[in-house]
């Protein structure tokens, strides 16, 4: 693929619900990040995807959010139970290849975001 | 644990003049160490990167950071800057997995 997709591209929703956020990394990347940019917190890690290893789910800010990876490709963000503190613009990321450390380095592309609003 | 500190969170400047965008990191391991910039209503785009080598690192843009290890700093730099340089700027370091962002510095280029 050309480059990473995010769908949608904005959502609106009401607190209390349910959302799902997608990503599609490029083509043939291993790993994909998850990112959060909200007013004042900056960008936040939310979780890393490594192949077939079980995810690095460290930067989750509570129970109520998750994240899957299917086939080792496309990824869904879920975010249960909506808060208005979520609205936010959730960015997803690729990479090639990472096996951590500094062994090795593979820049990671950026999609162009989820911009959640919950009401 | 890691972090990174922007100075400053908006630095306003006029057109041609040299500005600097400042970063501390913090950080018991080497890391990598990056500034990536988010025109208005665009994605995040890598703007120059230290892995390794030479301390100062240049954008094809005129743009560049000097990584300065003793004062565990990578300022950003650019001798003139032009109106299409407005953006929100990010400095990031990364330990080989995930990137750890400061909280950004808008850049505001007037004539």
């Known amino acids: 693929g050309a480059g990473v997709s995010q769908s949608p591209s904005n959502k609106v929703t009401e607190k209390g619900k349910d959302v799902e956020l997608r990503c599609d990394p490029i083509s043939g990347h291993t790993a994909l990040y998850w990112y959060r940019q909200s007013l004042g917190q900056g960008l936040e890690f939310l979780i890393?995807?490594?192949g077939n290893s079980a995810p690095d789910k460290s930067g989750l800010p509570s129970d109520r959010f998750s994240a899957e990876r299917t086939g080792g490709s496309v990824s869904t963000l879920t975010i249960q139970r909506t808060q208005q503190e979520d609205s936010a613009v959730y960015l997803c990321a690729s990479s090639s290849r990472t096996s951590g450390g500094l062994s090795s380095y593979n820049e990671q592309f950026f999609g162009p975001g989820t911009r959640l609003t919950v009401l | 644990a890691q972090s990174v500190t922007q100075l400053d969170s908006q630095v306003p400047v006029f057109e041609e003049a040299p500005v600097e965008l400042r970063c501390n990191y913090s950080s018991s391991v080497s890391v990598y160490l990056f500034w990536y910039v988010q025109y208005p209503n665009q994605g995040l785009q890598l703007l120059l990167k230290y892995l390794?080598?030479?301390?100062?690192?240049?954008?094809?843009?005129?743009?560049?950071?000097?990584?300065?290890?003793?004062?565990?700093?990578?300022?950003?730099?650019?001798?003139?800057?032009?109106?299409?340089?407005?953006?929100?700027?990010?400095?990031?370091?990364?330990?080989?997995t995930a990137l750890i962002f400061g909280k950004g510095t808008t850049l505001s280029v007037s004539s």
Not at chain 2, 52 to 72: D, H, M, R, W, Y
Not at chain 2, 78 to 86: A, F, L, R, W, Y
């Open chain 1, 48 to 50: 890393y995807f490594q």
């Open chain 2, 52 to 96: 390794s080598g030479s301390t100062l690192v240049k954008s094809i843009n005129g743009f560049e950071a000097e990584f300065n290890k003793s004062q565990t700093s990578f300022h950003l730099r650019k001798p003139s800057v032009h109106i299409s340089d407005t953006a929100e700027y990010f400095c990031a370091l990364s330990a080989g």
